[in-house]
């Protein structure tokens, strides 16, 4: 398919980042998705979330499978490396690419088609194996490529546009990752980008699996009168856990808060953030509290959003094995193939 290159005028106005880009530095091509649809304003956050972060886009790796969901890494960092696999199929590219090159930052695109139904095994070993990565979910409980039909996100009772229910239940990917040990678990809506930047930030950052489930409601499909991935049931339905700001790792900022109203905090690029204590009972290091929490508010038809889980002391895939410093990429011929030699004594330690 053809792709439309944005006009390359930049306005004089645009501020850079620190390494002297703007934001239109970080962006991809015109979309031609619907208009309206979420996934558009989940790639404006993306693009946001990199240019306040100062990373070099040849730096960053995005892949993606098949679905109107994996069309949105055309739409950002042009410059950044990509690869564009199968249906489902997306983990286990960026698996082996973060093995070879994990010096690169890697974002993976996907959908609720895509990952929850013929790509649901590779999603979970890419949790399994805490590949580094941010992996964006955009679930919007249709296949909107094939017109329409319910995806394996879909609630128990939420209505197709022709105006069947769905009467299966629903796989749903937060509690799924927190109960295959992901380290790093968020929901957001593609609706309420001061909540999903910040997500997206931090996802980026962390050392490991990151997934950000974003309910993104397809305009043409499921944004009707008894969907439950409508803009107007989300909103009406959402419940934020905690307030989600991200503050880049400097030197370390210490402010003592008072229950009883905010507190004003000057960041490091001077701008000022006001805290609120949030509420005790919820702790985002517990996996079985965030796990019950999604649960219950299932249950009820609602929607938890926010961090929902980190881990901040998990090993990713390349901890894991032990593997050297470099990219594989960069080191030379014989440090990759060492020789017969070597193969022999390494298998005799099998025998």
């Given amino acids: 398919m053809t792709q439309t290159a944005k006009p390359s005028v930049q306005h004089p106005g645009l501020k850079p980042n620190k390494l002297g880009l703007t934001r239109r530095d970080y962006e991809g091509s015109q979309s031609t998705l619907c208009a309206g649809c979420g996934h558009d304003s989940i790639t404006a956050a993306i693009i946001q979330a990199f240019f306040e972060l100062d990373m070099p886009p040849h ?32 983990p286990s590219i960026a698996t082996g690419a973060n093995a070879a090159n994990g010096t690169l930052s890697y974002i993976g695109i996907s959908g609720d088609g895509d990952s929850l139904s013929i790509g649901f095994g590779q999603f979970s070993h890419a949790i399994r194996r805490n590949v580094n990565m941010l992996y964006m979910l955009e679930n919007n409980g249709v296949y909107g490529l094939t017109k329409g039909q319910f995806s394996a996100s879909a609630d128990v009772g939420s209505k197709a546009k022709r105006g069947e229910a769905n009467q299966m239940r629903p796989i749903d990917p937060a509690s799924t990752a927190l109960a295959l040990g992901a380290s790093f678990v968020a929901r957001s809506f593609s609706g309420d980008k001061k909540q999903l930047l910040p997500l997206i930030k931090a996802g980026l950052t962390h050392r490991g699996f990151a997934l950000v489930d974003v309910i993104s409601p397809c305009v043409t ?15 009406d339905h959402g419940h934020k856990v905690v307030e989600t700001d991200f503050v880049p790792l400097l030197h370390e900022i210490q402010a003592e808060q008072n229950r009883e109203s905010a507190t004003a905090v000057t960041m490091h690029d001077g701008s000022v953030v006001r805290f609120k204590s949030v509420a005790e009972d919820y702790d985002p290091t517990d996996r079985d509290a965030a796990y019950a929490h999604l649960k219950k508010l299932q249950s009820c038809g609602e929607v938890a959003t926010g961090l929902l889980f980190i881990d901040p002391t998990s090993m ?22 060492p020789g017969s030699a070597v193969l022999d004594d390494l298998q005799s330690r099998w025998r």
């Fill in 59 to 90: 730096r960053v790796a995005k892949l993606s499978g098949i679905g109107c969901s994996s069309k949105t890494p055309t739409y950002f960092l042009s410059d950044a490396h990509g690869f564009n696999s199968l249906h489902g199929r997306m």
């Fill in 221 to 235: 499909f499921n944004d009707h009168e008894g969907s439950t991935k409508s803009y107007a049931h989300t909103r």
């Fill in 316 to 337: 990713d895939l390349h901890e894991f094995e032990n593997t050297v410093d470099e990219s594989l990429v960069g080191l030379p011929f014989d440090q990759l193939c």
